[in-house]
């Protein structure tokens, strides 16, 4: 069971992650290091001004996040094959 960190961190970015079409998923919420997987939205043009977070944005992001609320954690993101199979998974 993911404990409440975890669950906080997954919360804090998940309207972040779907600006673009995105979706964040908790991978292993456990023990020191947080796993989040993020499937990416759509490439859309950035002319607009809104262009997809890139996977090392956001894991830099809960990082800092992370660190101000439970220093002892770490978190990695796992970017995640799109829907359309068009992603990568590292």
Do not use: Y
Request: hydrophobic share 40%.
């Amino acid at each position: 069971m993911p404990d409440s960190i975890a669950l906080q961190l997954l919360a804090s970015f998940t309207r972040i992650a779907a600006t673009d079409g995105g979706r964040i998923e908790l991978i292993d919420g456990e023990g020191a290091r947080i796993i989040i997987g993020l499937t990416p939205g759509d490439a859309a043009p950035c002319e607009d001004g809104a262009c997809v977070l890139p996977h090392s944005e956001l894991q830099q992001m809960m990082s800092e996040w992370l660190s101000r609320r439970a220093p002892d954690r770490s978190v990695t993101v796992k970017l995640m094959p799109a829907a359309n199979g068009e992603g990568t998974a590292i």
